[in-house]
């Protein structure tokens, strides 16, 4: 059997508004970490590598580039600094497409998707909203799972636009926050059940299928 191959790409805001919720953003973000690196050990069948891309006005950051789950470190204050602008659209048009040149020659691959953000998109120069929207769309054609996860924000309008349907609300709370990261963590556990039991009918809405995600899910 060939193992099955697990991308995780987060697409993480670190614009000046996310400073409120800096602490809370490092601690979940290394929650989903240990929670990944879990689900490889319960699916040994199934191998997952992490990328993790920042960005805000001065850059887009890829801090993690694939990297094997049961090698990676956590991340901490120094790594994540919350300043500037918001330019959203680059953050995604940039990571998706170099990710899928990356996965492009590999069989049973299986990529999930997350994008966390407390605002709208102010400041993007290499890619518009028509750009976007046509990357998701081609990507999820071949499969790819999308979260949009949001605050502050009309999320399910902003997400829709994107063609994205897996939505999750949030209000810039820490204790709020810990439970989205809590709740990420369980339907990503769903996933892989469902790579485990080769269930793949509409693999695109998986977690909108689940209790832990869905389109409606405000928390």
Same mark, same amino acid.
């Given at each position: 059997?060939?193992?099955?191959?697990?991308?995780? %790409?987060?697409?993480?805001?670190?614009? =000046?508004?996310?400073?409120?919720?800096?602490?809370?953003?490092?601690?979940?973000?290394?929650?989903?970490?240990?929670?990944? &690196?879990?689900?490889?050990?319960?699916?040994?069948?199934?191998?997952?590598?992490?990328?993790?891309?920042?960005?805000?006005?001065? =850059?887009?950051?890829? %801090?993690?580039?694939?990297?094997?789950?049961?090698?990676?470190?956590?991340?901490?204050?120094?790594?994540?600094?919350?300043?500037?602008? *918001?330019?959203?659209?680059?953050?995604?048009? $940039?990571?998706?497409? &170099?990710?899928?040149?990356? /996965?492009?020659?590999?069989?049973?691959?299986?990529? $999930?998707?997350?994008? %966390?953000?407390?605002?709208?998109?102010?400041?993007? &120069?290499?890619?518009?909203?028509?750009?976007?929207?046509?990357?998701?769309? =081609?990507?999820?054609?071949?499969?790819?799972?999308?979260?949009?996860? =949001?605050?502050?924000?009309?999320?399910?309008?902003?997400?829709?636009?994107?063609?994205?349907?897996?939505?999750?609300?949030?209000?810039?709370?820490?204790?709020?926050?810990?439970? /989205?990261? *809590?709740?990420?963590?369980?339907?990503?556990?769903?996933?892989?059940?469902?790579?485990?039991?080769?269930?793949?009918?509409?693999?695109?809405?998986?977690?909108? &299928?689940?209790?832990?995600?869905?389109?409606?899910?405000?928390?």
């Amino acid at each position: 059997m060939t193992t099955a191959k697990v991308y995780n %790409l987060i697409i993480l805001d670190e614009s =000046g508004s996310m400073d409120t919720i800096k602490y809370e953003t490092i601690s979940g973000f290394n929650e989903v970490v240990q929670t990944i &690196k879990g689900i490889e050990k319960k699916f040994p069948e199934q191998q997952h590598f992490i990328s993790l891309v920042t960005f805000n006005g001065y =850059g887009i950051n890829t %801090l993690l580039d694939k990297v094997s789950v049961s090698s990676l470190n956590q991340i901490d204050p120094n790594t994540y600094n919350p300043s500037s602008s *918001t330019p959203l659209y680059d953050a995604i048009g $940039l990571s998706v497409l &170099k990710l899928k040149m990356d /996965v492009a020659r590999f069989e049973n691959v299986h990529v $999930l998707v997350t994008i %966390l953000t407390d605002g709208e998109e102010n400041s993007s &120069k290499e890619f518009n909203h028509t750009h976007i929207n046509s990357i998701i769309k =081609g990507q999820k054609d071949l499969g790819w799972t999308f979260t949009y996860i =949001g605050a502050n924000h009309d999320v399910e309008k902003v997400a829709h636009s994107i063609s994205i349907t897996n939505t999750m609300v949030f209000e810039a709370d820490a204790a709020i926050l810990k439970h /989205v990261f *809590t709740e990420e963590s369980n339907a990503r556990i769903r996933y892989s059940e469902r790579i485990r039991n080769h269930v793949d009918e509409n693999p695109v809405n998986f977690y909108e &299928k689940s209790e832990d995600f869905n389109s409606d899910t405000k928390v």
